[in-house]
């Protein structure tokens, strides 16, 4: 008798949970099968792009009559996204840098982009080039960004010509007592590929040799060729047992703070220091990275940051929709430009906030030569071992076996 | 690790089961009459409700997915439960089951999985199946055909909005003409026909329901899908508003199992063993698939010398890492707790509060604090003390820094075990050993200590396990740093699980199969140590019990 009250009540309950979660997995069920609703554009992006996003999103879905929803992927975006596309829980459009282009085509996540050449046109020519990969255009880019030589014009009132004069101008602060560092360049206890590659690429080194096509060439290695090893001399030179203007000690954490507690005339940084340089009220300026005397230029990386469109995703139409022809006006690209203040790709919106804000087109002059960061999934071998190299080189330790043995390990894990 | 822990508290409790094994006929009377009570009822409903309720979520996305086995694994396993819990039979199981579901879920499911990912190639560029890579191929090598022009697009359909077989309605720039085209090819339209927007797109075509945005976008797939056949390639939707003519350059021939490229006419066969499209210079399509690839990963670890090469250093400096990580701690914690369990202190609350602030902490900010107090320009501690150290550029002192992070990180936790195992040591025990004239030294070595550690081995076993493998004590302080100048991937700081992280993770994007392959011999290393040292312990246990 008791076993069956207890059945008939455990049934029940279980009546009302399926009906329960009836109710919760309604709303899956609509999102697959999309004829209910106006269908849905699902765009994933980080904290700071998708609070600029919102209210463009909102707007697009409103004027088209589609539910629009930006997510915010706070951490490993790149990471997240290719794992969510594999198993079909990913979003519609992608927002991220464009040196994960490489990745992303490898593992089949994101799809080529149609615009016309009129569309094209409208954009920095570096900008299209970045986001182009085996030919093929993969996002729509909205932003560029580069290093620079940012200098404390109290201090250093001329931008240097060569860092040779960088150094000797350095060093007279620095035996006045006025700053303790010559140049804030991070470069922390296991290197900093990015922010060495304009001296290095001055002194003569190159990562990668172009293919026929304009793409990087990843059979090309240009680590661990005689010219790295020459490149690397120089730079182990200025490091800790020559020159001291390169060191260990300054690293990702501390370089910026350096320069705005006035510790160090010259920072070597990009657009998102300028933020805590004006926050620390120093009169400063930017210009160009100087090269070797005698050398080629500096050549810093430019980035750039695009929208893509998920190869799986559930609306790639509108998604296409959104991406080819919707982020390619001027105003979606200022209102990023007002989350964090990085040059926009488009022409026309970079006319648009030049006025307003002088340093934009300064870091642009200062990447008008720059090298556009290599998208080819090979690259990811070279940061960890290049960086390890340059820390060791700056350390002491002998540049050309050091090199060759980078090059040996970076060669090794291209397949 | 629960069940060895659980071994030797069986063991002891053995001698009591006589009697509860030969009372089987009292408690089944006492079962029959045992009262069912309300929150018990309602409890249990509330419970099966629940079960119920997660099979019925769980059931649909593999319906979904027609996942049939699966499906009837989870009816089964339901079923199975309501069974259990619903019958007055089969009492041991009712409090064994939950356990070992959560133990199937949480330990023996993730293993087995890591244990099969290590025989595939599953990482960057080999994630999906063959099919997914061809169609990523397809459709990556569309191109524009060189020279065609650009059309204002617009969906529509002669049926249903919702259901009716799609057209696209194009007009051509130049001359202005509107066609509509589904697979069947291009029809060109009457002009008076048709009205144009200014842009060029066509908003209103006699017989036909032009489609806006929402109602276009809810068949989006099969907009995607729709390829109007042209003389040159055919006709594509970009988005909704515009369309091209497009090629797809490249195309997968089942007869060769290969893919070639109809521009230049190369081809890429199909390895199958490697996973990937190989043209016979030896270039791969970027684009791969997952295989099973046997033994190479393991084989990988021994046979390559960059790996193996190092692999000895690293596991000697990871036991001495795991010892002193866990044998300081354990050191200074005892005798902070020691001290503070003297009944002579003062303020002893005090201290314990201030004691354990550093576990309050988190220790990924801690850990990077520390980071920075190690520099050797700017950091506190060489500031501090006059010190001009390279901390983390010498292989010993950075050694000595990560554990002496370590020591101020986790002495806290040791010293609150600590300090309830002693509270736990009756006093009775050490008065009687001072009665019997025995110095306080005498007393700690031959009592309290051994106590003690009946009690905290265990923790120490498992402390020992958890710096084993402590991936944040050193990827957040040193990062494996310093790194002899010759060889970037092994460095002096470096434990096995970082190492390893930087060999699957670090070169051309992530090999889940090799790292799954590592992380399997790591298993091996740390499952031989802790059951050593568990044997060890019940001999102890049984010494001193």
């Known amino acids: 008798?008791?076993?069956?009250?207890?059945?008939?009540?455990?049934?029940?309950?279980?009546?009302?949970?399926?009906?329960?979660?009836?109710?919760?997995?309604?709303?899956?069920?609509?999102?697959?099968?999309?004829?209910?609703?106006?269908?849905?554009?699902?765009?994933?992006?980080?904290?700071?792009?998708?609070?600029?996003?919102?209210?463009?999103?909102?707007?697009?879905?409103?004027?088209?009559?589609?539910?629009?929803?930006?997510?915010?992927?706070?951490?490993?975006?790149?990471?997240?996204?290719?794992?969510?596309?594999?198993?079909?829980?990913?979003?519609?459009?992608?927002v991220g840098a464009h040196d994960w282009i490489g990745n992303m085509v490898q593992n089949g996540a994101i799809d080529p982009v149609q615009l016309s050449a009129e569309q094209k046109s409208a954009f920095n020519e570096t900008a299209i080039k970045a986001v182009t990969f085996n030919g093929q255009l993969y996002g729509v880019p909205y932003a560029q960004e580069n290093l620079a030589l940012i200098r404390n014009t109290e201090l250093a009132p001329e931008a240097p010509k060569t860092i040779e004069d960088l150094v000797a101008q350095g060093k007279q602060l620095k035996a006045a007592k006025k700053t303790t560092e010559t140049l804030c360049l991070q470069v922390g206890q296991n290197g900093?590929?990015?922010?060495?590659?304009?001296?290095?690429?001055?002194?003569?080194?190159?990562?990668?040799?172009?293919?026929?096509?304009?793409?990087?060439?990843?059979?090309?290695?240009?680590?661990?060729?005689?010219?790295?090893?020459?490149?690397?001399?120089?730079?182990?030179?200025?490091?800790?047992?020559?020159?001291?203007?390169?060191?260990?000690?300054?690293?990702?954490?501390?370089?910026?703070?350096?320069?705005?507690?006035?510790?160090?005339?010259?920072?070597?940084?990009?657009?998102?220091?300028?933020?805590?340089?004006?926050?620390?009220?120093?009169?400063?300026?930017?210009?160009?990275?100087?090269?070797?005397?005698?050398?080629?230029?500096?050549?810093p990386f430019v980035g750039v940051q695009a929208f893509y469109v998920a190869a799986k995703g559930k609306n790639k139409a509108l998604a296409q929709e959104f991406v080819a022809n919707y982020t390619t006006t001027p105003e979606l690209a200022v209102a990023l430009y007002n989350a964090e203040p990085r040059p926009p790709a488009l022409t026309a919106a970079l006319d648009q906030?030049?006025?307003?804000?002088?340093?934009?087109?300064?870091?642009?002059?200062?990447?008008?030569?720059?090298?556009?960061?290599?998208?080819?999934?090979?690259?990811?071998?070279?940061?960890?071992?290049?960086?390890?190299?340059?820390?060791?080189?700056i350390g002491g330790a002998d540049p050309s076996s050091t090199i060759t043995a980078a090059g040996k390990t970076i060669s090794g894990q291209i397949k | 690790m629960s069940t060895p822990l659980s071994g030797p508290g069986s063991a002891t409790q053995a001698p009591g089961r006589g009697p509860v094994g030969s009372r089987p006929p009292r408690s089944r009377a006492a079962r029959d009459h045992a009262p069912i009570t309300l929150t018990g009822l309602a409890g249990k409903v509330l419970l099966l409700g629940l079960t119920a309720g997660i099979a019925v979520w769980a059931a649909f996305p593999l319906i979904d997915g027609r996942n049939w086995a699966g499906l009837a694994l989870l009816a089964a396993t339901t079923a199975g439960l309501f069974y259990l819990y619903l019958t007055r039979r089969h009492i041991p199981a009712k409090y064994l089951v939950p356990g070992t579901l959560f133990l199937i879920a949480f330990q023996v499911f993730p293993v087995l999985y890591t244990a099969s990912t290590a025989f595939t190639n599953f990482g960057d560029g080999h994630r999906g199946s063959k099919d997914e890579a061809v169609v990523a191929i397809q459709t990556s090598s569309v191109t524009q055909v060189p020279g065609s022009a650009e059309y204002a697009l617009s969906i529509a359909t002669k049926g249903d909005p919702a259901t009716g077989s799609l057209v696209f309605l194009v007009t051509?720039?130049?001359?202005?003409?509107?066609?509509?085209?589904?697979?069947?090819?291009?029809?060109?339209?009457?002009?008076?026909?048709?009205?144009?927007?200014?842009?060029?797109?066509?908003?209103?075509?006699?017989?036909?329901?032009?489609?806006?945005?929402?109602?276009?976008?809810?068949?989006?797939?099969?907009?995607?899908?729709?390829?109007?056949?042209?003389?040159?390639?055919?006709?594509?939707?970009?988005?909704?508003?515009?369309?091209?003519?497009?090629?797809?350059?490249?195309?997968?021939?089942?007869?060769?199992?290969?893919?070639?490229?109809?521009?230049?006419?190369?081809?890429?066969?199909?390895?199958?063993?490697v996973g990937a499209f190989v043209a016979a210079d030896g270039e791969r399509l970027a684009q791969g698939w997952k295989v099973n690839v046997g033994l190479s990963n393991f084989t990988r670890v021994l046979t390559d010398e960059n790996i193996s090469g190092p692999f000895l250093g690293t596991l000697i400096w990871n036991f001495a890492f795991a010892i002193a990580s866990t044998g300081g701690t354990f050191l200074l914690g005892m005798l902070i707790a020691l001290v503070l369990h003297s009944p002579r202190m003062r303020g002893t609350n005090l201290y314990r509060v201030l004691l354990v602030l550093p576990y309050a902490m988190p220790s990924f900010a801690m850990l990077l604090a520390w980071r920075d107090m190690f520099n050797a320009d700017f950091g506190l501690i060489n500031n501090m003390f006059g010190l001009d150290v390279d901390w983390f550029g010498q292989p010993w002192t950075a050694r000595m820094a990560v554990i002496l992070v370590q020591l101020w990180l986790g002495y806290p936790y040791m010293f609150l075990v600590a300090t309830g195992a002693l509270q736990a040591i009756p006093r009775e025990l050490t008065e009687a050993t001072s009665v019997d004239g025995a110095s306080p030294w005498q007393s700690l070595r031959a009592v309290t200590l051994p106590l003690l550690l009946v009690a905290l081995s265990p923790l120490l076993i498992s402390s020992f396990a958890y710096n084993f493998n402590n991936f944040n004590a050193i990827y957040l302080t040193t990062e494996g740093a310093p790194f002899p100048a010759d060889n970037p991937t092994n460095g002096a700081t470096d434990l096995l699980i970082t190492y390893t992280y930087r060999l699957a993770f670090g070169g051309q994007g992530a090999e889940f199969g090799f790292a799954a392959a590592i992380s399997l011999f790591i298993f091996a290393i740390v499952a031989v140590v802790s059951t050593v040292s568990f044997r060890r312990t019940r001999k102890q246990e049984e010494v001193y019990s």
Request: proline share 5%; hydrophobic share 40%.
């Open chain 2, 172 to 273: 051509d720039p130049a001359t202005g003409t509107v066609s509509a085209g589904d697979t069947g090819g291009l029809r060109q339209l009457d002009a008076a026909d048709v009205t144009v927007a200014p842009g060029g797109k066509v908003t209103a075509a006699d017989g036909y329901t032009v489609l806006n945005f929402g109602q276009a976008s809810a068949r989006s797939k099969e907009i995607t899908d729709l390829v109007v056949p042209t003389a040159g390639g055919a006709l594509r939707s970009s988005g909704l508003s515009r369309a091209y003519e497009g090629k797809a350059v490249r195309a997968y021939d089942a007869g060769c199992d290969c893919v070639r490229d109809t521009g230049t006419g190369q081809t890429w066969t199909a390895d199958n063993e």
């Open chain 1, 353 to 393: 906030v030049k006025g307003s804000d002088p340093d934009l087109a300064k870091f642009q002059e200062a990447g008008r030569n720059g090298q556009v960061l290599p998208a080819i999934p090979a690259m990811a071998a070279i940061w960890d071992p290049f960086g390890k190299a340059e820390a060791a080189v």
């Open chain 1, 1 to 94: 008798m008791r076993i069956r009250t207890a059945g008939v009540v455990a049934l029940f309950a279980l009546a009302l949970a399926a009906s329960g979660c009836g109710g919760d997995s309604d709303e899956p069920t609509a999102n697959q099968s999309p004829k209910a609703a106006g269908g849905k554009l699902v765009i994933w992006a980080d904290d700071k792009r998708t609070a600029a996003l919102k209210p463009f999103a909102e707007k697009f879905g409103k004027e088209n009559g589609v539910t629009v929803e930006v997510q915010a992927v706070s951490k490993d975006l790149q990471t997240n996204f290719v794992t969510a596309s594999q198993q079909g829980s990913g979003p519609d459009v992608v």
């Open chain 1, 192 to 299: 900093d590929a990015y922010h060495i590659y304009p001296l290095y690429s001055s002194a003569g080194g190159y990562l990668f040799g172009t293919a026929a096509n304009g793409d990087y060439d990843p059979k090309d290695l240009g680590v661990g060729k005689p010219a790295s090893v020459e490149a690397f001399k120089k730079i182990g030179a200025l490091g800790e047992k020559g020159e001291g203007v390169l060191k260990r000690s300054i690293s990702d954490t501390n370089s910026i703070a350096t320069f705005t507690g006035k510790k160090c005339a010259y920072l070597v940084s990009g657009p998102w220091a300028v933020a805590d340089v004006k926050k620390a009220n120093i009169a400063y300026d930017i210009s160009a990275i100087p090269g070797f005397a005698g050398g080629k230029e500096a050549q």
